[in-house]
């Protein structure tokens, strides 16, 4: 036997609210991040599974996908990437029960600060023969303790000066001018020739200059004080 009759069924849902916040951070270029969420950060009473999405916020305020490098993992509630420009990123994160849905929202900013030359480079003379050899890496340094890679010109150029990369030294021993660029009359008066170094320190993003005065010199032959001239007998 069954007897009609009406009831109200009432069905409610709790949305889940954002108790806490993601902290704005500061992240240097090229440097991998990895931002992970807290799972207290949002919460919902009906005890419902949240599913989270991130989302960038456009300098106008609407939601737009993230970057592209920019990973986000729902699963672990993770954001990674490796930033390339300085810029700030405005993020919001929404965390849904498939009903409602609570955000919070938090920036990024990403920045490089350049390497700086800590002293100068001091100008150096060198005897045609002797060995020059010094470290570089002693006259720069980089706020964000990047590692440094270095490039130099030479004016007017010469084979005989190289730079170890690896290492970071300059080395080489300069010759006496060529036959080819030098008569005999010129070899047989003292010998001196400046080279103007600039050496580039850039982390990769940024770089300093500096540069210094390599003066290449040596003494005319001589005999009993006397210069020799370059004639020897009749």
Not at 168 to 176: C, H, N, Q, S, T
């Amino acid at each position: 036997e069954f007897v009609d009759g009406t009831f109200t069924l009432n069905v409610s849902n709790v949305p889940p609210v954002a108790l806490g916040s993601i902290p704005s951070a500061t992240h240097k270029l090229g440097v991998a991040m990895a931002i992970v969420v807290n799972k207290t950060t949002f919460v919902d009473t009906d005890d419902a599974k949240l599913t989270y999405t991130m989302f960038e916020v456009s300098n106008s305020g609407i939601l737009i996908p993230i970057p592209r490098w920019v990973l986000w993992d729902a699963v672990n509630l993770q954001l990674t990437g490796a930033p390339q420009t300085e810029e700030t990123l405005n993020f919001e994160l929404q965390a849904t029960d498939g009903f409602a849905t609570a955000s919070t929202r938090f920036s990024l900013t990403f920045e490089d600060k350049a390497p700086v030359s800590v002293r100068s480079i001091p100008n150096t003379r060198l005897k045609v023969g002797r060995q020059l050899d010094f470290k570089i890496e002693d006259y720069f340094s980089d706020p964000d303790d990047a590692a440094l890679t270095y490039k130099h010109t030479m004016d007017p150029q010469r084979t005989w000066l190289s730079f170890d990369i690896a290492n970071k030294i300059f080395y080489g021993a300069p010759d006496l001018p060529s036959v080819e660029t030098a008569n005999a009359e010129a070899l047989a008066r003292d010998y001196s020739e400046a080279f103007n170094i600039t050496v580039e320190a850039t982390d990769g993003f940024k770089s300093v200059v500096s540069s210094f005065i390599l003066t290449v010199f040596d003494n005319a032959p001589r005999v009993n004080g006397t210069t020799f001239n370059g004639t020897l007998g009749e």
